[in-house]
């Protein structure tokens, strides 16, 4: 009876994958339980194959580089020795039957909330609940630590990498702690940071965080498919594993450190429509276009929706996703999918609030209106501004910006500016015609002549950007 309890649990977890991915994970486990080969499955009936910690720690040493730290490794091992087995004391043994191993990979890839809570819930820590905040902390930190590394192993951050974007240590532990802040006790309070540490969560409460932060599911498939490279070019890929990380252009070859760290990028693309999150592009560096209001401009205008980003000269670095191409006009413009986020020192996105439209504003070379380009709040009064007089710009919020509910995200109201980046998101519009692209001054020919007039030469003659076709760089 119980062999058959046993079975049919194993046979259902089994049926959850297709053939081609059955015969994987089966491959997968022969290599750790180190039975492939004829004489190994003679030698298997004799002695039921099983993985040891050993086995996996040997696995990720065989690599010159690990394919997932250390920490992440035993981890895996506690979920996986988590599994109880009918009618087996499986908590007394080191080894991992297959079976374990199957309703593992099953519960954790295919399964629900409910399912895959009890694995995590011994990931967290060996004895289980109740956990204390600082434990389930230092889970989703080598969780984000080991997608990072994982990604960047196998080569898989599509034209991102460890060199070209800022350390991602510090982005590891903003991201950590903005996951964290979705943690509520039963009672429906969050507790805030220096609590949240202390505090003691059971299984029902972070049952309800695995639910509602879809990210840590994310990154457990990504870590168990990249870290194990079993499952990872399958078809049975969801959108949020695909665009897990957006194709990144324009950045190959340029010299230039990205102000965005590799957990940053992931999570600030999550928030984007859905439709924008396979590619990112560069379209404006202060560091390679330098700084200068027409630049900017000139660089921004018309090319579909962007993401800005600023750092300021305390090292604040926050910014705004524009739904819609930029224009120059007197107008607010865009629409409510538009946000405003911070990256450092904490890392958070707010959404719109309903309560006006003033989503997104790009003004140049008016008498009468403000000159420059904000989001959010009112003219004067902006959650986001950099004044059009480049390198100044304030981040208004007494207590919270009106059209975000963002707070200050600067480290003064009032900044100055150190380093600008505007990236266009998703594929660009067909009116932003690659062919001999416009200078905002080849449009407003009355800016040219006040330029000339003030004895000002056009720095944008001569430092065209050559016409870039859209070229891979993975």
Not at 110 to 128: L, P
Not at 253 to 273: C, E, K, T
Not at 316 to 323: I, V
Request: charged share 20%; proline share 5%; aromatic share 8%.
């Amino acid at each position: 009876k119980m062999g058959n309890a046993e079975s049919n649990a194993y046979q259902n977890h089994l049926s959850r994958f297709l053939p081609e991915e059955q015969s994987d994970i089966d491959g997968l486990f022969d290599t750790l339980s180190g039975s492939s080969g004829s004489a190994g499955a003679k030698h298997a009936k004799a002695t039921k194959k099983t993985v040891t910690l050993a086995a996996l720690q040997a696995r990720q040493a065989a690599h010159t580089r690990e394919p997932l730290p250390e920490p992440m490794t035993v981890r895996l091992y506690n979920g996986m020795k988590s599994i109880d087995l009918p009618g087996k004391s499986s908590g007394l043994t080191e080894h991992i039957a297959k079976e374990q191993f199957v309703i593992f990979m099953s519960n954790l890839l295919k399964g629900n909330a409910d399912e895959k809570i009890s694995i995590i819930m011994r990931m967290i820590a060996k004895t289980g609940g109740p956990l204390k905040g600082k434990q389930i902390q230092e889970f989703t930190e080598d969780l984000i630590m080991s997608v990072v590394h994982v990604l960047s192993y196998r080569k898989e951050l599509k034209g991102w990498s460890l060199e070209n974007t800022r350390d991602f240590s510090s982005g590891v532990k903003a991201l950590a702690s903005e996951l964290l802040s979705e943690l509520k006790l039963p009672d429906g309070t969050k507790p805030v940071s220096s609590q949240l540490l202390e505090t003691k969560f059971d299984q029902s409460v972070i049952e309800d965080w695995v639910y509602r932060v879809p990210q840590i599911s994310v990154f457990l498939s990504v870590v168990i498919r990249q870290g194990l490279h079993v499952l990872h070019s399958l078809p049975d890929q969801t959108n949020d594993i695909l665009n897990l990380v957006p194709h990144c252009k324009g950045i190959k070859g340029r010299g230039v450190v990205s102000l965005f760290d590799i957990p940053a990028i992931i999570y600030i693309n999550s928030h984007l429509p859905a439709e924008l999150q396979h590619k990112w592009q560069l379209l404006f560096s202060s560091r390679l276009h330098g700084e200068s209001f027409s630049q900017l401009c000139a660089h921004i205008v018309n090319k579909g929706p962007c993401i800005v980003i600023i750092r300021d000269l305390d090292g604040f670095l926050f910014g705004g996703f524009a739904s819609h191409s930029w224009e120059v006009k007197p107008q607010f413009q865009g629409d409510n999918r538009c946000f405003l986020f911070s990256v450092f020192p904490t890392l958070a996105v707010y959404t719109y609030t309903g309560y006006n439209d003033h989503y997104m504003y790009l003004n140049h070379g008016q008498q009468t209106m403000p000159n420059g380009l904000g989001m959010g709040g009112q003219h004067g009064y902006f959650g986001l501004w950099i004044d059009s007089d480049y390198g100044k710009g304030h981040s208004k919020a007494k207590p919270r910006c009106t059209t975000y509910n963002s707070p200050q995200l600067s480290a003064k109201e009032d900044f100055t500016l150190d380093a600008m980046e505007v990236w266009a998101v998703g594929d660009a519009p067909e009116n932003a015609g690659r062919k001999g692209k416009k200078s905002i001054l080849d449009v407003d020919p009355q800016a040219q002549a006040l330029l000339e007039m003030a004895g000002k030469s056009r720095q944008s003659e001569g430092l065209r950007e050559p016409i870039e076709e859209d070229e891979d760089d993975d």
